[in-house]
């Protein structure tokens, strides 16, 4: 029902912004919540934000909370991740996901759709 594809990575300095975009299709889009989960070479794919299906509710990952924006436009059809501030740390990939029924924001397995991912590199 939902498709995802995610845009915006790219290399920036510590301390640089870079903005995510995700467009979804799909005719239900505007029911699912939304997230950001990222992974670095060799680490477990770890929950960065959520939002919910209206955008009034949005979720963080401590390590990201102060820096990191997430919102989405339904109009649109496409979830944003605003990133400033950026560290070295948060060099990854960066997947987009979509559930229908999200229990617990931070779980992989409530999410039922994923991007094929966004590189987000961040030099010191």
């Known amino acids: 029902q939902v498709q995802l594809v995610e845009s915006g990575g790219g290399l920036v300095q510590a301390g640089g912004s870079l903005r995510l975009s995700c467009a979804a299709s799909?005719?239900?889009?505007?029911?699912?919540?939304m997230g950001w989960f990222r992974q670095a070479p060799g680490k477990e794919r770890e929950f960065v934000a959520a939002?919910?299906?209206?955008?009034?509710?949005?979720y963080y990952a401590d390590s990201v909370k102060g820096r990191f924006t997430i919102s989405r436009d339904n109009v649109k059809n496409t979830v944003y991740l605003q990133m400033n501030n950026l560290k070295p740390e948060d060099t990854a990939v960066y997947y987009c996901?979509?559930?229908?029924?999200?229990?617990?924001?931070?779980?992989?397995?409530?999410?039922?759709?994923w991007g094929q991912g966004t590189q987000v590199t961040v030099s010191s």
């Open positions: 996901a979509a559930g229908y029924n999200i229990n617990w924001y931070p779980r992989k397995s409530d999410y039922e759709y």
């Open positions: 799909g005719r239900t889009f505007s029911r699912y919540g």
């Open positions: 939002i919910n299906w209206s955008g009034g509710i949005t």
